[in-house]
């Protein structure tokens, strides 16, 4: 059983910035593509981003050039960098490995 583990969401001003992690447990890992999704209220799972084994990385249009995700290997875990936070980007940010979904972190932009 593959188990992910997320931190780091939270209320913040717009213009912020906040950093998510997911620690991954009952897997290589490092063989396996991992991405970030993630669902606002009456709105569809959308993905974010996701980084290959190898350390390709694919953004959304709506966040190319604010967000970063990357992996520690070492670690077994993935981050999303989140930069210029706008109200728009308040959602359930979820992490998604080939076998399991993380149970999910709110991140709220708002004044």
């Known amino acids: 059983q593959v188990q992910l583990v997320e931190s780091g969401g939270g209320l913040v001003q717009p213009g912020g910035s906040l950093r998510l992690s997911c620690a991954v447990s009952?897997?290589?890992?490092?063989?396996?593509?991992m991405a970030w999704y993630r669902q606002a209220p009456g709105k569809q799972r959308e993905l974010v981003a996701f980084i290959t084994s190898g350390g390709n990385t694919n953004y959304a249009d709506s966040v190319k050039g604010r967000f970063t995700i990357s992996r520690d290997n070492a670690k077994k875990t993935v981050y999303l960098q989140m930069n210029s936070l706008k109200p728009k980007d308040t959602a359930v940010y979820y992490c998604?490995?080939?076998?399991?979904w993380g149970q999910g972190t709110q991140v709220t932009v708002s004044s």
């Open positions: 009952g897997s290589i890992f490092t063989i396996y593509t």
């Open positions: 998604k490995h080939p076998d399991n």
